[in-house]
């Protein structure tokens, strides 16, 4: 091995000494071609040894099983902001970095910037809703509701048996433009509690707040101006840390007073609904500081339309909220699953938030080169802590989960029918029906037969000798092992029939 290195390293000096000499460039490229033929045979036994098969830190692999769990949940989103009028966008995976900065608070340190590309300087999306901003500043676009569904990245601490990835999806949907107070923000509530309903993840609830009656709250608590994101970065880490961890963050290292500190403490532990917006309203300091007067003015409002909605019983009004992103500027809501309801496993899944949104009407005007503004408001569905929910819940209820969609599979019982067997489901994908076959000339019925109860394909159609006489095809029900004898042009009708029962 030390002869071979040495070898090496003398071709490369000659090679070198070659160019330098600016020597015949067919004689360099032949030196060339020597010195990669000898790395590569140094490097084919140790390649074996030190080459290492894993995915990046924080990302995942997603088979056939992980696919179908995650398609099913993916269509009851989709299929629900379709309901609602949805269009549907797409943008680029990485954006100019001034794009992306100074729109994410603390967390701009979490933002993966890439390198020097031939002068412009990039990084991956952090989330939808900043390159959803840009692109309605760019076309100059002032009312649209669109869903986007995509990758997005960060360089977080993952914690992926909870659904925390560096590379994940986010399922957005977005209302922008300009209307009355309220109506749209309670149609994105609505949205998060119909998906939630519809993918049966166990009680939830849908925290609610605002951003003005935050910031109104902090200004009567004596919190400085400058200190307002800082000190709502702390107050957003009350569904990890205590109360008295949040305090001594604000104080310890924030350098916001003690006082202010405990007045927000009396706040930030107050959650309800109706009675507690009215009893705000006529709280002695918070009626009397106009941001917080209108939030909660807006938050009544909110709540009635709820209530019209019928969906209030899922609704708290929680002065914790706080969501740490800086663009948002009024409504902010965050959809928390309270436990597992699983008799299967034994401790509730520990996942967090699984959805969360809020109104930012400032966001599109920071990109507008005369500042125009566009009043937006959105909710993001956390696909990925979704999923760890449904796959853990999968694996625990030993359910088989089918990867494929397969109506039938067109089978021989004897041999030398290949061709028929081509010709007749050939003419099933020209109607339409999804079909398979074993790719075996002489395939034993028994091999093609198990071959549908490994799958969960439903039907097998068996093309046989007597059949092709009788212009039939003998149809068989896997999961009762029933045959019936169908006619050749009814067979399409057939297969449709049977498994749209299935």
């Known amino acids: 091995m030390a002869a071979e290195e040495a070898a090496v390293r003398a071709q490369a000096e000659t090679v070198r000494r070659l160019k330098q000499d600016k020597a015949d460039p067919d004689e360099i490229a032949k030196e060339v071609t020597k010195l990669l033929e000898m790395k590569a045979h140094l490097g084919a036994d140790e390649g074996k040894q030190k080459f290492v098969l894993k995915t990046p830190k924080g990302t995942r692999d997603f088979g056939p099983k992980e696919m179908a769990i995650r398609e099913r949940a993916f269509k009851a989103i989709i299929s629900c902001f379709k309901r609602h009028g949805a269009e549907v966008i797409d943008t680029p995976v990485f954006e100019l970095k001034e794009t992306l900065t100074g729109k994410y608070g603390e967390d701009s340190k979490l933002i993966y910037d890439l390198k020097d590309q031939g002068g412009e300087l990039l990084s991956l999306r952090y989330d939808l809703t900043v390159p959803f901003a840009r692109y309605l500043a760019m076309n100059k676009i002032t009312n649209i509701k669109r869903y986007h569904i995509a990758k997005v990245y960060r360089r977080d601490n993952p914690a992926m048996t909870r659904g925390r990835y560096r590379e994940f999806y986010q399922c957005d949907f977005d209302i922008a433009g300009q209307f009355d107070p309220m109506i749209p923000d309670a149609e994105c509530l609505k949205i998060v509690h119909e998906i939630l309903n519809d993918l049966q993840l166990g009680d939830f609830v849908i925290k609610v707040n605002d951003r003005r009656i935050l910031d109104g709250m902090f200004a009567v608590c004596g919190v400085p101006d400058s200190k307002f994101r800082t000190i709502c970065s702390s107050v957003d880490k009350l569904d990890k840390m205590p109360w008295e961890e949040v305090r001594s ?254």
Not at 303 to 316: A, D, H, N, R, V
Not at 442 to 448: A, I, R
């Open 249 to 502: 963050e604000m104080v310890g290292e924030k350098g916001l007073s003690p006082e202010a500190a405990d007045r927000i403490g009396e706040y930030v532990q107050l959650h309800g609904g109706l009675d507690l917006i009215e009893r705000l309203l006529q709280d002695p300091k918070l009626s009397q500081n106009k941001l917080a007067k209108e939030g909660l003015g807006d938050m009544k409002l909110l709540f009635e339309y709820l209530t019209l909605f019928g969906i209030t019983g899922k609704i708290s009004f929680d002065l914790s909220l706080a969501r740490g992103l800086d663009y948002y500027t009024g409504v902010i809501f965050e959809a928390v699953l309270l436990q597992q309801e699983n008799e299967h496993v034994e401790e509730p899944v520990s996942v967090g938030s699984v959805a969360g949104g809020g109104r930012y009407d400032g966001l599109v005007g920071m990109f507008d080169p005369k500042g125009r503004k566009v009043p937006c408001v959105g909710v993001s569905i956390g696909i990925e802590r979704i999923f760890s929910i449904l796959e853990q819940r999968l694996e625990a209820s030993e359910e088989k989960v089918r990867t494929t969609e397969t109506q039938v599979l067109v089978a021989s019982a004897q041999k030398k029918l290949l061709e028929e067997r081509l010709k007749l489901i050939s003419e099933l994908w020209d109607a339409g029906i999804k079909a398979e076959m074993l790719y075996k000339k002489n395939p034993k019925l028994l091999n093609q037969l198990q071959y549908c109860e490994d799958t969960g394909i439903p039907l097998v159609a068996i093309v046989g000798e007597q059949e092709l006489k009788d212009g039939v095809v003998k149809l068989r029900i896997v999961a009762t092992r029933e045959e019936v004898s169908v006619p050749r042009e009814s067979l399409v009708e057939e297969i449709r029939i049977r498994t749209s029962q299935c």
